[in-house]
C-alpha cells in the first residue's frame, strides 16, 4: 500500500465531523509508528532492560 492509499484509508476511517487537528495527529501518529518499525527492522533497538536502566539514571539526576 503506497502512503497516499494508507493516509486516504486512514481519513476514510474516522467520522465524519473528525477536525483537521485529528486528522493531522492521526497522520503523525501513523508517520511515528512507520518510523519505529523500519528502526526496529534495521536492527535499531534496545534491550528493555538496558533501557529501564538508563530511564532510572534520568530519574535519578
Do not use: P
Amino acid at each position: 500500500m503506497t502512503t497516499k492509499e494508507k493516509a486516504i484509508s486512514l481519513i476514510q476511517a474516522l467520522d465524519d465531523d473528525v477536525s483537521l487537528d485529528d486528522v493531522i495527529d492521526r497522520l503523525y501518529l501513523l508517520r511515528k509508528i512507520e518510523l519505529g518499525i523500519a528502526q526496529a527492522d534495521a536492527g535499531d533497538v534496545m534491550e528493555h532492560d538496558e533501557f529501564m536502566d538508563e530511564l532510572e539514571a534520568e530519574d535519578a539526576q
